[in-house]
């Protein structure tokens, strides 16, 4: 980014690759600024970059790193932490730039919760809505009846390659075919990658109240079918 060209007279704010959001071991961070601006970029707010006295030089990084073509990358200390990167900027001639900050939440891919399911088994009505539930907003869910091939993800973990995908706004509903039977799902992430395969609890028919239940009611029609015949 050419600040000169574009006439102003302070360096541009850092911007981040990937802009924050959820990255595994490995991910490479890349930074961007003014065109031969040295960044210098950390974990601690006050990152700060003094500008170099002499055309060309270099500028002086504190409480920071000195960003090159080199990036930096998540290592396995991050893991299922959450983050904040900050970045400032600096070149001779031109004002230091503003802070820039971005976010990241560290995952390993094996961390993933699997789905939850609501509600997970029990005795339930035929037409009941099932949700299957991740944590991941922008995750896929693929599910399938236990009886059934187990769901999995494609290759890159945008789609299911096999079982059904969940859609919250048409959720799938418990019928009579499914009495006795488990549920089975897992997330698929184009991120994180898959999680662990979840198996549901067993769903049973929810048939109303027990006949048990119903002997004082019908004790009490009779008893009132008596009183009205005798008189």
Same mark, same amino acid.
């Given at each position: 980014i050419?600040?000169?060209?574009m006439?102003? #007279?302070?360096?541009?704010? @850092?911007?981040f690759? $990937?802009? =924050? %959001?959820?990255?595994?071991v490995? /991910?490479?961070?890349?930074?961007q600024?003014?065109?031969g601006?040295?960044?210098?970029y950390g974990r601690?707010a006050?990152?700060?970059?003094?500008?170099?006295t002499?055309?060309?030089?270099?500028?002086?990084?504190s409480?920071?790193?000195?960003?090159s073509?080199?990036?930096?990358?998540?290592?396995?200390?991050?893991?299922?932490?959450?983050?904040n990167?900050?970045?400032?900027?600096?070149?001779?001639?031109?004002?230091t730039s503003?802070?820039?900050?971005?976010?990241?939440?560290w995952?390993?891919? #094996?961390?993933i919760?699997? @789905?939850n399911?609501? $509600?997970? =088994? %029990?005795k339930?009505a035929?037409g /009941?809505s099932i949700?299957i539930?991740?944590d991941?907003?922008?995750?896929?869910v693929?599910y399938?009846?236990?009886?059934?091939?187990?769901?999995?993800?494609?290759?890159?973990?945008t789609?299911?390659?096999s079982?059904?995908?969940?859609?919250?706004a048409?959720?799938p509903?418990?019928?009579?075919?499914?009495?006795?039977l488990?549920?089975?799902a897992?997330?698929?992430?184009?991120?994180l990658g898959p999680?662990?395969?979840?198996?549901?609890?067993?769903?049973?028919k929810?048939?109303?109240?027990?006949l048990?239940?119903n002997i @004082?009611?019908?004790?009490?029609?009779?008893?009132?079918?008596s009183i009205?015949?005798?008189?």
């Amino acid at each position: 980014i050419n600040a000169e060209y574009m006439g102003w #007279n302070q360096v541009v704010i @850092p911007k981040f690759f $990937p802009d =924050g %959001g959820a990255a595994q071991v490995g /991910t490479n961070i890349f930074i961007q600024s003014t065109d031969g601006a040295t960044i210098c970029y950390g974990r601690d707010a006050t990152v700060t970059c003094t500008p170099p006295t002499t055309s060309g030089g270099k500028g002086t990084c504190s409480n920071s790193f000195s960003y090159s073509d080199t990036p930096p990358k998540i290592t396995s200390n991050d893991i299922s932490q959450k983050t904040n990167w900050y970045a400032v900027a600096c070149k001779f001639g031109l004002s230091t730039s503003g802070r820039g900050q971005t976010t990241y939440v560290w995952r390993d891919p #094996n961390s993933i919760a699997p @789905p939850n399911f609501n $509600p997970n =088994g %029990g005795k339930v009505a035929d037409g /009941t809505s099932i949700s299957i539930d991740t944590d991941i907003a922008e995750a896929i869910v693929c599910y399938t009846l236990s009886t059934n091939s187990t769901p999995a993800c494609n290759g890159d973990n945008t789609a299911c390659a096999s079982g059904l995908t969940y859609d919250s706004a048409n959720k799938p509903l418990k019928q009579v075919t499914h009495n006795g039977l488990k549920w089975q799902a897992l997330v698929c992430d184009k991120v994180l990658g898959p999680s662990t395969l979840v198996i549901s609890n067993q769903w049973e028919k929810y048939v109303g109240a027990s006949l048990a239940a119903n002997i @004082p009611v019908t004790l009490l029609v009779l008893s009132l079918m008596s009183i009205v015949f005798t008189m």
